[in-house]
Each structure stands twice: as C-alpha cells, then as structure tokens.
C-alpha cells in the first residue's frame, strides 16, 4: 500500500517563502505522478503543480514564476519551493500520487493515492 506524508507547512508573512515536501512509502514498482493539489476554507480543491516520474512538470497559472516543484525518484521524495506567497495562498496542500499524469493538467482529480494535507498560513 503507497503512503503518502505532507511536511514543511506552517505561518509565513506575505512575500515569505516554504518549502513543502512529501515523502512516499510502500512497496511498489509503478512509476507514480506525483503533485500537489490545495484547498482553501470554502473552496474546492485545485492542482498547483505535478511532476511526471521522468521530470517533466506542470505548473497552475496562478503559482507560475513563484513555485518550482521537484522530486528525487532514489529517495521516493518530491518537493515544493513557494516563493512570492500572499495571502491567496493560504490552504491546506495534499501530496498526491498517480499513475496517469498529463501536461495540460497535471495529475487527475481523483488521484490514486493522497496525504492528510499540511496547512500553509500566509498573513497580510
């Protein structure tokens, strides 16, 4: 079974910067996508970027040019460095992992796997 767990949330003011990263465990030998979706208080959920296993990446309009989004395939890692944050930022972020992935919208809604998520609070 393929866990998936969130780390590296917390409080930053506007224009701060974190790094989120998730780390996963489980025997497997499929090749996962793996991103990260968010979601506001009283908002859906949305894809703010995902990374295909050979690297190639998909970035939200709305975070491009202030997020970049890795991963290290040795150590079943994958990273998100949030640059510029401001206060529409603020959501809990979930580590997702799929088989399937895309370059128009990065991984599928109803990912295979998730974590529990890790807040992300920016203040004004």
């Known amino acids: 079974q393929v866990q998936l767990v969130e780390s590296g949330g917390g409080l930053v003011q506007t224009g701060g910067s974190l790094r989120l990263s998730c780390a996963r465990s489980?025997?497997?030998?499929?090749?996962?996508?793996m991103g990260w979706f968010r979601q506001a208080p009283g908002k859906g959920r949305e894809i703010v970027a995902a990374?295909?296993?050979?690297?190639?990446?998909y970035i939200a309009a709305s975070v491009k040019g202030r997020f970049t989004i890795s991963r290290d395939n040795d150590k079943n890692t994958m990273s998100l460095q949030m640059n510029s944050l401001n206060p529409d930022d603020t959501a809990v972020y979930y580590c997702?992992?799929?088989?399937?992935?895309?370059?128009?919208?990065?991984?599928?809604?109803?990912?295979?796997?998730w974590g529990r998520g890790t807040q992300v609070t920016v203040s004004s």
């Open positions: 997702a992992a799929d088989r399937f992935y895309s370059p128009n919208y990065g991984l599928r809604d109803e990912s295979e796997f």
């Open positions: 489980g025997r497997t030998f499929s090749r996962y996508a």
């Open positions: 990374i295909a296993w050979d690297g190639i990446t």
